[in-house]
C-alpha cells in the first residue's frame, strides 16, 4: 500500500512523495468547494488543503533534519490524506536522542502557530472551521491547525511523536524492548478510545480511519522491535560461542638444581 507513491521533488536530498490516495482527498475537497460557491469556493479549499500540507511536510522536515544530525539517514517523506511520515533508515536506541528527534516535529508546529499569531488579525466572528475567502481568513485557519496538529502529534499514542516521547522516556529507565511494549500498550488502549470517540461521537470517519491506522501502526512497530531484538540476542548468543578460547600453557618450573650428566 505505501508503495502506491509518485514522487515530487528534493528537499536537501530527501524524497519528497505523495501517496496516490491524496488524489482522491483533493477532488474530494475541490468538489465540496465546488458546491458553496463554485470556481471560487473550488480554489480557495485546494489552496487551503495543499497550505496546510505544506505545514505538515514542514513538520516531518523538523524529525527529518534532526536525524540526520544524528547521523540517521532519511530516504523520503511521504504524504498521505492521513498526515505525513519521514522513513528512517534506523531509530536512534539513546533515548536522548529519539526524544530530540520525535520533539522537533510539534516544534515546528507551534513555531508557525506563534509566528502566525503576530502575523495575521482575528475577526470577533471568526470561525476556525470555515473554508478561507481571503489571505488573512487563511493565515487564521493555519494558526489554527497548526496550533491543533502541533497539541494532536504530542498525544501518548504509538506511534506518534506522543508516544514516541513516551518510548524515550521509559527507555531512560527501562529496556528499550519493555519501553517500547509498554508505550504501544498505551497508545493501543488510546487509539480504540479515539476511533470510538471519532466515529459515535463526533461521526468524523476519517479520523476513526486515522486513529485505526495508528492503532495497526503501533502494534507493527513494537513487532518489529521485537524480533530485531531477539535477532540481536541470538547473534550475540552465537558468537559467544564460536569464541575459541587459548589454552594457557604453564612455563616449566626453575629449580636451582643442576641438570644430570649424560655419559
Known amino acids: 500500500m505505501l508503495g502506491w507513491s509518485f514522487n515530487l521533488f528534493r528537499i536537501r536530498g530527501i524524497q519528497l512523495a505523495v501517496h496516490f490516495s491524496f488524489l482522491l482527498l483533493l477532488a474530494y475537497v475541490g468538489d465540496e468547494g465546488w458546491k458553496q460557491d463554485g470556481m471560487n469556493g473550488l480554489l480557495w479549499s485546494v489552496a487551503t488543503l495543499l497550505a496546510f ?11 527529518s533534519f534532526t536525524a540526520r544530525h544524528y547521523g540517521v539517514g532519511v530516504p523520503r517523506i511521504l504524504l498521505m490524506p492521513i498526515g505525513g511520515m519521514a522513513e528512517f533508515d534506523s531509530i536512534p536506541r539513546r533515548p536522548s536522542q529519539e526524544l530530540l528527534i520525535t520533539v522537533a516535529g510539534p516544534a515546528v508546529n507551534f513555531v508557525i502557530a506563534g509566528i502566525l499569531w503576530f502575523v495575521a488579525r482575528f475577526p470577533e466572528d471568526w470561525d476556525p472551521n470555515m473554508t478561507p ?3 488573512n481568513e487563511l493565515a487564521c485557519a493555519l494558526f489554527a491547525a497548526n496550533l491543533v496538529m ?45 476511533v470510538l470517540l471519532m466515529v459515535f461521537w463526533w461521526h468524523n470517519y476519517l479520523g476513526g480511519v486515522l486513529f485505526a491506522f495508528i492503532f495497526i501502526a503501533g502494534e507493527a512497530e513494537y513487532r518489529a522491535v521485537k524480533r530485531r531484538e531477539m535477532e540481536d540476542a541470538y547473534w550475540r548468543q552465537l558468537f559467544a560461542r564460536t569464541q575459541v578460547v587459548p589454552p594457557v ?7 636451582n638444581q643442576e641438570p644430570p650428566l649424560l655419559g
Open 133 to 135: 475567502g481571503t489571505l
Open 150 to 194: 502541533g497539541c494532536f502529534n504530542l498525544v501518548p499514542v504509538f506511534p506518534m511523536d506522543g508516544g514516541r516521547i513516551l518510548r524515550a522516556l521509559l527507555a531512560m529507565k527501562l529496556p528499550y524492548l519493555r519501553a517500547t511494549f509498554w508505550a504501544a500498550s498505551v497508545g493501543k488502549v488510546l487509539a480504540v478510545a479515539g
Open 53 to 63: 500540507f505544506t505545514c505538515v511536510v514542514l513538520h516531518e522536515l523538523g524529525h
Open 249 to 255: 600453557i604453564e612455563p616449566p618450573l626453575l629449580t
